[in-house]
């Protein structure tokens, strides 16, 4: 596609429930990367993927919190049990490379009640 | 000490001043250096990117690297209220696992007065 896609772009969660948020990146970058954005910060690293496989995700900030790029292309994180503090925009890039220039998706605002 | 840091602002010029944007960071082994714009409820926006030491110009914008002192930077000639946003440094950091991942400043906010 042209750009970065993300779904749903709103999404309101009672506390407890499980929510999936979707990343499809653009066309042919192998490179997937889940961004949280509080407000007023700068997005926070969550966890990255060079096709499918899972490279790092040392920043995901609890066990809830897992993701998946089962086929290299789309990615689901998903978020379990939702907290209070998990309110945030959940942020989805995608690169040609693991260092290289990172393109945003529209974002996920995420707020648990 | 943060592993990106910027002054959050707000930086307030003048429509058609220079308005200069600073970032600093602490990897020394940092390669890759980034500007994103970021206007509010909107997703970051790619406008520079910059890896070797020195300037890089695209239109009214200029990057420039200084890796010695840890400090890179960003020009915009001829500022428009258009150009009213926050504007985010990212870095590509090594983190604890090893492995390299990008690091955003918290990012200034810049307001062009018409």
């Known amino acids: 596609g042209a750009g970065v896609s993300q779904s749903p772009r709103y999404k309101v969660a009672k506390r407890g429930q499980d929510v999936a948020l979707r990343c499809d990146p653009i066309?042919?970058?192998?490179?997937l990367f889940w961004y949280q954005q509080a407000l007023g910060q700068g997005p926070e690293f969550l966890t990255y993927f060079q096709n499918e496989a899972q490279l790092d995700k040392s920043g995901l900030p609890s066990d809830r919190f897992f993701a998946e790029r089962p086929e290299g292309s789309v990615s689901t994180l998903k978020i379990q049990r939702t907290q209070q503090e998990d309110s945030a925009v959940y942020l989805c890039?995608?690169?040609?490379?693991?260092?290289?220039?990172?393109?945003f998706g529209p974002g996920t605002r995420l707020t648990v009640t | 000490q943060k592993e990106v840091e910027q002054n959050s602002g707000p930086l307030s010029v003048p429509e058609g001043a220079i308005a200069s944007l600073n970032c600093t960071y602490s990897d020394r082994g940092s390669q890759s250096f980034f500007w994103y714009r970021q206007y509010s409820g909107k997703s970051p926006e790619l406008i520079m990117f910059i890896y070797s030491n020195g300037d890089k110009e695209d239109g009214r914008f200029t990057a420039q690297l200084n890796k010695a002192s840890q400090y890179v930077s960003l020009l915009i000639r001829d500022s428009q209220p258009s150009d009213s946003a926050t504007y985010l440094c990212?870095?590509?950091?090594?983190?604890?696992?090893?492995?390299?991942?990008?690091?955003f400043g918290s990012g200034t906010r810049l307001q062009v007065q018409p």
């Open positions: 066309s042919g970058h192998v490179s």
């Open positions: 890039a995608s690169s040609f490379g693991l260092t290289g220039e990172q393109y």
């Open positions: 990212a870095v590509n950091t090594l983190k604890d696992t090893g492995r390299r991942a990008l690091t």
